[in-house]
């Protein structure tokens, strides 16, 4: 029997959530000064460093076995080097605001993972959440990339919402596999070699990249934004994440992404200038809708770890 979760691992997911909502935000204004793939590299690079300080000053030496440096790599390749790839090449080619829906539906990939990796049966609700969600995708997906065809103000792109979604699928297997090792290890050990690995695999494509397309001369408000995905995003709110995943089974962590497109949206009209059109708003609703409708039910929302 598992015992009840603090209420500082529900404290930590919401402001993970709110902290990642602003990040589509400061990703627009550092890619006026960087290219995507460098803003990763810089962003992993600074908050592995800092955080090997803390975590050598704070634990002391600490032994870590080959299979352990062998699952953290896979997690920092995941969750940082394919995920903010993706990410960050798709924010560059569509709106913030559409991109936060998209990466909303990290809940709807964790659930369909779940089932085929743990073997957890969905219920009929949940499989038409998924169904829902998939269809207002759909048409986001559509509607981003007419509007940006057309020159409208939603600025969406085909190719940059496939992008974030990418990233999306590539999350909910991170959460999955999170999970399990942050059960025997503190927040701030995984989430320092998440970052490490993160930048170590990272290398090597924005080399090819700044080879391709040259390096820009960053702006002041371009490195403040890189500085907030840095401080914010890379350390405090993965140490949320990570503190949270002690706790909080995969799944019902995952559906406080939910709120990561009210903030991002939010942020986007008012910092920004984005705007939905009508259509793209009534896409977002039914993605939102459908990944409610996924997570309410109790199904598969059982802990990963004691599968």
Not at 219 to 238: H, K, M, N
């Amino acid at each position: 029997m598992h015992s009840r979760p603090p209420a500082s691992a529900y404290a930590a997911a919401v402001g993970m959530t709110v902290a990642f909502g602003l990040s589509f935000v400061a990703t627009k204004y550092a890619l006026r000064g960087y290219e995507p793939l460098l803003i990763a590299l810089l962003r992993f690079s600074l908050a592995g460093g800092i955080l090997w300080v803390v975590w050598r000053f704070r634990r002391g030496p600490e032994r870590v076995s080959r299979g352990e440096l062998g699952r953290l790599a896979a997690l920092g390749f995941i969750s940082l080097t394919v995920y903010f790839s993706f990410e960050n090449l798709g924010i560059a080619r569509t709106s913030a605001s559409e991109a936060a829906i998209l990466i909303a539906t990290i809940p709807l990939f964790v659930v369909i993972l779940n089932a085929f990796t743990l073997r957890e049966r969905n219920t009929a609700r949940q499989w038409a959440g998924i169904a829902l969600s998939f269809a207002g995708i759909a048409a986001l997906v559509l509607l981003g990339g007419r509007v940006a065809g057309g020159g409208g103000a939603g600025g969406g792109s085909l190719t940059g919402n496939l992008l974030v979604l990418a990233a999306s699928l590539s999350a909910g297997a991170y959460s999955i596999l999170a999970r399990r090792l942050l059960v025997s290890r503190p927040a701030l050990f995984v989430t320092t070699f998440q970052n490490l690995f993160g930048a170590l695999f990272m290398l090597p494509l924005a080399l090819a990249e700044a080879a391709l397309v040259g390096v820009r001369h960053p702006t002041p408000r371009a490195t403040g934004g890189l500085l907030f995905l840095t401080v914010v995003c890379s350390i405090t709110a993965f140490l949320l994440l990570n503190y949270a995943f002690r706790f909080i089974p995969a799944s019902r962590v995952a559906v406080f992404i939910n709120l990561t497109p009210i903030v991002a949206v939010a942020g986007a009209y008012t910092l920004l200038g984005e705007r939905f059109t009508p259509g793209q708003a009534v896409a977002a609703v039914v993605v939102v809708a459908g990944v409610w409708l996924t997570n309410s039910g109790g199904g598969a929302a059982r802990n990963p770890s004691a599968g």
